[in-house]
Nanobody
Framework: QVQLVESGGGLVQAGGSLRLSCAASGRTFSGYAMGWFRQAPGKEREFVAAINWSGGTTNYKDSVKDRFTISRDNTKNTVHLQMNSLKPEDTAVYYC?????????????????WGKGTLVTVSS
């Protein structure tokens, strides 16, 4: 089992920044690809960003590619999402996700573990 706990959400004005964190406990953190997904009100959950077990490979949703940065620290069992130049359309509950297979993460289905989410609200 892997337990994931997100933090760092909040209310920010458009153009501002937030840094989300996900703390993992349980099985060997470094063996998992980690990702961030989000779900806006009335919409389906969507992929935002992912990072492989070593941190050497990342992938982003096109609309966040130049604004968000995902990183991980395997010594602290944490993954972060630095979000800059936030827009109202970034408003959503952000979820941390873990899965052993990078290919599964890229398929964006079959995720093994989810956090409970942290709310990000961007005001215009």
């Amino acid at each position: 089992q892997v337990q994931l706990v997100e933090s760092g959400g909040g209310l920010v004005q458009a153009g501002g920044s937030l840094r989300l964190s996900c703390a993992a406990s349980g099985r060997t953190f470094s063996g998992y690809a980690m990702g961030w997904f989000r779900q806006a009100p009335g919409k389906e959950r969507e992929f935002v960003a992912a990072i492989n077990w070593s941190g050497g490979t990342t992938n982003y949703k096109d609309s966040v590619k130049d604004r968000f940065t995902i990183s991980r620290d395997n010594t602290k069992n944490t993954v972060h999402l630095q979000m800059n130049s936030l827009k109202p359309e970034d408003t959503a509950v952000y979820y941390c996700a873990a899965v052993r297979s990078w290919a599964t993460m890229m398929r964006q289905s079959g995720i093994e573990y989810w956090g409970k989410g942290t709310l990000v609200t961007v005001s215009s």
